[in-house]
């Protein structure tokens, strides 16, 4: 659930000078001796505002980092991780892009012999923003002890419920109390401003 810190030499699009962006991605895999993995998200421009140029950092991560390319990278950081010491059923709330940590405390249990009850609860608006879809319906299908439940909030015509989402509405905690045992869980929850402000008190 950590994050990488990148310091990256990129081109301003205005001054077209090279400058220092730091950015920090979430670590999106279970700890591996030999590699880190993140998952950015491609950023565009807004469509409302003609003026304002793509993501800086992610369009030059899809854009120009290829294998063999060399990065500034600060060591995992970050409080948000996997408490490991008392083995509660664990409740995962993700929205957006913020699905990233979770595929790593998601990863790390499941790859281990720790049988814990996981429930992933995850909102998007619709297919088009559902990130590692297949990996998230493989992991349901191979283990009992994980339960996806996946939010559209505005599916699109083609996206059909019961198959490639469960709840056409946001997560929120009508949802949590009519598919939660009413017992003791830790929540882990991480997404964009208006979840956690919905959701956390």
């Known amino acids: 659930g950590q994050f990488l810190t990148f310091k990256l030499r990129i081109e301003d699009p205005n001054s077209h000078y090279l400058k220092s962006v730091v950015r920090c991605y979430s670590l999106s895999d279970t700890s591996r001796p030999d590699y880190y993995r993140v998952s950015i998200k491609r950023i565009p421009a807004p469509t409302n505002q003609l003026d304002v140029p793509p993501g800086l950092s992610s369009s030059f991560f899809h854009d120009h980092v290829k294998e063999g390319s060399r990065l500034l990278v600060k060591a995992p950081s970050g409080h948000f991780h996997l408490m490991e010491e ?8 993700g929205g957006g892009i913020g699905i990233t940590p979770m595929l790593s405390i998601i990863n790390t249990i499941l790859e281990g012999d720790v049988k814990r009850e996981i429930w992933l609860y995850y909102g998007v608006r619709n297919g088009n923003e559902h990130i590692m879809k297949e ?10 002890n994980f339960h996806l439940h996946v939010c559209y909030s505005a599916p699109n015509e083609n996206d059909v419920e019961g198959v490639d989402y469960q709840h056409n509405d946001r997560v929120g905690i009508p949802l949590l109390r009519t598919t939660l045992k009413l017992m003791r869980y830790q929540f882990y929850v991480f997404g964009p401003k208006p979840m956690m402000e919905s959701l956390v008190p």
């Open 135 to 144: 990996h998230l319906q493989d992991l349901s299908r191979k283990h009992n």
């Open 86 to 93: 008392e083995l509660l059923p664990i409740v995962l709330i």
